[in-house]
């Protein structure tokens, strides 16, 4: 009986080592944080099972129990606060912990890229962010893109828009990274799941024709269909001819009309001279546009016009195309 006693003993005893090891071992492991997931908001009034839920539900922890073990065998179960956290990718456990005891930090900046602006867009709001430290006044586009660690030179298109908030000071560069980074996550997300039968030999491809959807329309329950016709284009060896590439390509020339001239004169992004996507996104493109291009409308259109509402006319053949113009852009 004794020696069954001792056993059971010297068991639990080993067990509590074990456990005591690999908790020792997760408490110090860094999380690995996807940029997604490094700003992290933690709702009022929450329990640690819901803190645990909140953070799994953003990303942060992968499961849940090992995270609420841990803050019970530190004490923090009852310390744990409310707020706005903006996380290091390799932060641990423990770590987190104890900065989630601290409370959140109110974020003291906010800046939106917008859908369809360009990257000198969202260069000017970053230079003109009083709350942001301006770092990359005087790089060029290319040397930015070395600074965030970018495989590409020309940075159109790669950064995702979004809200973003960050701490007084914070630098310019950092945002970039953290808004190339998501946008990264996304794009190859998205084109993980795209539909079959695609004209595009990558995903950065994908992201160029997003770009054009995105300038296109501002209407998402057309973006899908936009997406079809362009690439019913691009199956049958047919020019895009899409003018916000042509626009593109004008740079400081376009004055707010694009003429007949412009439509003739070539250059890298005319899709009237040049057959297939134009070298670059035009813009940044939404995440809906992004599904639109991978996922676009099974249609045999292959022509659109405005209709002089936000919406747009689509057709099949060069005659119907030609009376959809004369009705609402001719008006005849």
Known sequence: MMKSLMLIFKLGVLAILCISLWMGYYAKSSLQLPASAQAVTIQANSSLTSIANQLA??????????????????GKESLLKAGEYQLDQDITPHALLLALAKGGQTAQGIITFIEGKTFKDMRQLLRNHQGLTNTIKGLSDAEVMALIGADQKHPEGLFFPDTYHFDQGTKDIVLLQRAYNIMQEKLAEAWEGRATDLPYKNSYEALIMASIIEKETGQGSERPTIGGVFVNRLKIGMRLQTDPTVIYGMGDRFDGNIRRK??????????????????TPIATPSLASIKGALHPAETKYLYFVGKGDRTHAFSKTLAEHN???RKYQLKR
């Open 57 to 74: 539900e953003q990303g942060v922890i992968k499961q849940t129990l090992p995270f609420k073990l841990l803050a019970r065998l530190l």
């Open 323 to 325: 009376r959809a113009v």
């Open 262 to 279: 412009d439509l003739r004169k070539d250059t890298a992004y005319n899709t009237y001279t040049r057959y297939g996507l134009p070298p």
